[in-house]
């Protein structure tokens, strides 16, 4: 079905029409006719709702463009919903423990009787989320440049994994704050002032007691 195509005399009424109602609206008008017209209702809850609905669903849209465009997941809300579900029912065990004790007998352990985080998160002991809600993906960072800071003695060289520590920090908690350039003399005691790798080692990382971790040559 559909509508016939304009043809040339009816695109002249049209035209017409077009021309001449404005003018007669201008002319009809009077103060009561126009309150008549434009003096609207404020709208019922319901049509506001109904309103905000379309706003919504308008802006998921763009959304969901922009993302499409940027290459994202482009998942529909299902999708998205399944996709979360799935990743909740594969959350591992520690995250139902009801306290550390149970926790910590969960956990791998370093040669210091410590806790070794790293091969918690290796061994799916531990799974961070890469962010509260939504996708994120937690590898997107890991930067393999891994070295040993020469030591006075070649037993007392310390390891230094970068790819480790950009599986749980961003770039920016070392550079430029922490690490500057290689220019830095990096040496126990300032470490054990708390510099350098003592910002985090003692506080939220591995304690500085463990020196075999860093000091590999140490370890048995
Ligand atoms: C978080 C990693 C880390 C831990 C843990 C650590 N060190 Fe170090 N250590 C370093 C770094 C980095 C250097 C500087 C480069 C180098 O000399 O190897 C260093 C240097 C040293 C040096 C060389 C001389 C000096 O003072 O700089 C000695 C000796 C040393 N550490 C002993 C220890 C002892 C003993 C422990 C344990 C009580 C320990 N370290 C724990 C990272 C660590
Ligand atoms: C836990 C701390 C830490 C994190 C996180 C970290 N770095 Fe580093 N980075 C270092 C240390 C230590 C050095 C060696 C000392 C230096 O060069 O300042 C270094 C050196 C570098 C260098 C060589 C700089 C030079 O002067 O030659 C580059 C490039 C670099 N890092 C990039 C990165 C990137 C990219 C990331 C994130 C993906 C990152 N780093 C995350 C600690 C870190
Ligand atoms: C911004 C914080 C931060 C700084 C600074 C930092 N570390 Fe770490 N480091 C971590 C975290 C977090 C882990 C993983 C959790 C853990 O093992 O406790 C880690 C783990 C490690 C590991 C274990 C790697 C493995 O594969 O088992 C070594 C070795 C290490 N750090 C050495 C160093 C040395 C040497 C420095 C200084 C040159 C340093 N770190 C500076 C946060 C930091």
Redesign the pocket.
Known sequence: MGGKPIKGNSRRRLKLFLTLTPLLLAVACSDETLSLFFDIPAPTAAEQAAAEREQAAAEAKAKAIAEKKAGGPNLTAAEAAAKKAEEEAERPAIESVKSWEEAEKLLPKDQDDGV???AALRKGVVKPRAAIDGPGNPQANIFKWDFY?PGPEPEED????HS??TE??GCE??HPR?FRNREIT?VMDRIFEGE??G???GT???PLESCA??HTAQAE
């Open positions: 070794d985080w790293v800071f310390a390891y230094f994994p480790t520590h749980w920090v908690s070392c922490i990096v350098y790798c910002v985090c080692h939220v990382a591995f971790r860093c």
